[in-house]
């Protein structure tokens, strides 16, 4: 009777050793998953457009157009971000205007979860009022609609008016309201309000 006994007591430790021993190699294989998924490179696009041409309308009137040769979209990072590296041409419409305002830049990026944008290389922009500003890069934030830059700004108007911002600009994101940094300029004397005695 002790021999039987004996022999169910080495069955259950052999039981409860084999349920250690897979425990621990479900955990191993765990830890190289995560190693092996670490290593993985997730910083790719998971989405491509060429000639990609995005038209943004509300109640059927179209409120921007947006075009690019090249559009990538990164989405599979904790930072989901949309970049256009050969360049953007983008149209806006207002209400005020028949003519839409532009956009040109040689690079472009949006961030999703900041809702921000930053373009450089040559970024030139035209109002819907026909005002034209020349930067290197500008950033906007569209949450706060704020449009900014540090870089020198040149600034234009239908009339021949010249201003340069030195050191950059902070603007409305509509450009109805803008602040220059050291700035100076010239201007057509015809079109200043004349001095009071």
Same mark, same amino acid.
């Given at each position: 009777?002790?021999?039987?006994?004996?022999?169910?007591?080495?069955?259950?430790?052999?039981?409860?050793?084999?349920?250690?021993?897979?425990?621990?190699?479900?955990? $191993?294989?765990?830890?190289?998953?995560?190693?092996?998924?670490? +290593?993985?490179?997730? +910083?790719?696009? $998971?989405?491509?457009?060429?000639?990609?041409?995005?038209?943004? %309308?509300?109640?059927?009137?179209?409120?921007?157009?947006?075009?690019?040769?090249?559009?990538?979209k990164y989405e599979l990072i904790d930072s989901p971000y949309i970049e256009a590296k050969k360049g953007i041409y983008l149209e806006f419409f207002d209400k005020?205007?028949?003519?839409?305002?532009?956009?040109?830049?040689?690079?472009?990026?949006? +961030?999703?979860?900041?809702?921000?944008?930053?373009?450089?290389? %040559?970024?030139?922009?035209?109002?819907?009022?026909?005002? =034209?500003?020349?930067?290197?890069?500008?950033?906007?934030?569209? %949450?706060?609609?704020?449009?900014?830059?540090?870089?020198?700004?040149?600034?234009?108007?239908?009339?021949?008016?010249?201003?340069?911002?030195?050191?950059?600009?902070?603007?409305?994101?509509?450009? =109805?309201?803008?602040?220059?940094?050291?700035?100076?300029?010239?201007?057509?004397?015809?079109?200043?309000?004349? =001095?009071?005695?």
């Open positions: 009777m002790k021999d039987y006994c004996f022999k169910i007591f080495n069955l259950k430790t052999s039981q409860q050793f084999f349920l250690l021993l897979m425990f621990f190699l479900i955990q $191993s294989c765990e830890e190289d998953l995560t190693k092996i998924n670490q +290593n993985k490179k997730t +910083n790719f696009a $998971s989405q491509v457009i060429y000639n990609g041409n995005i038209i943004q %309308r509300d109640s059927g009137i179209v409120k921007v157009n947006f075009k690019a040769p090249l559009i990538e005020k205007s028949k003519d839409p305002g532009k956009i040109w830049a040689k690079y472009a990026k949006y +961030n999703e979860k900041k809702d921000f944008y930053f373009a450089k290389g %040559r970024v030139k922009v035209i109002t819907t009022e026909g005002q =034209t500003f020349v930067m290197e890069t500008i950033n906007w934030d569209k %949450r706060n609609k704020k449009m900014y830059t540090k870089d020198t700004v040149f600034v234009s108007d239908k009339d021949g008016n010249i201003l340069v911002g030195s050191h950059g600009m902070i603007a409305k994101d509509d450009f =109805t309201e803008y602040t220059f940094f050291n700035n100076s300029g010239s201007f057509n004397s015809t079109n200043l309000p004349a =001095t009071s005695k």
